[in-house]
């Protein structure tokens, strides 16, 4: 479709810098980034491989209204406008890099676990 819409309006072009790509590439295939951003993060690497708003969509399932939200995020802030905007009358306890911290402090412990278990049950 080369970036137009069924309305026929050209999607905004996504172009990205060098870390942007290694920070897009890692979060999408992350295992201890939250999922919205992993969803986002592959959605961005489409976009900028040139795929337009419909072809995105039905590639990761999303609405292409939502697309078009992330791409248009993505195209005025970058990688920082790919977080969730504060909710209206919340404060937030932990901050995404404390999330992602935490994230992966139990995926380690999981994986040693799952590690000595398979020991024990080998011998």
């Known amino acids: 479709m080369d970036g137009l819409r069924r309305g026929g309006r050209v999607a905004r072009r ?9 920070d897009l590439e890692r979060w999408a295939r992350g295992r201890s980034t939250s999922h919205q951003l992993v969803v986002r993060a592959k959605l961005i690497l489409l976009c900028a491989e040139g795929m337009g708003t419909n072809d995105v969509a039905a590639a990761t399932g999303l609405n292409a209204r939502t697309v078009t939200k992330w791409r248009t995020r993505f195209a005025r802030g970058g990688t920082a406008a790919l977080s969730d905007l ?6 937030r306890k932990l901050s995404d890099e404390k999330v992602e911290e935490i994230l992966r402090e139990v995926s380690v412990r999981v994986t040693a676990i799952e590690v000595a ?6 011998g």
């Open 86 to 91: 504060p909710r209206p009358k919340t404060s």
């Open 14 to 22: 996504i172009e990205l810098a060098a870390e942007q790509k290694i």
């Open 117 to 122: 278990g398979s020991r024990a049950w080998v």
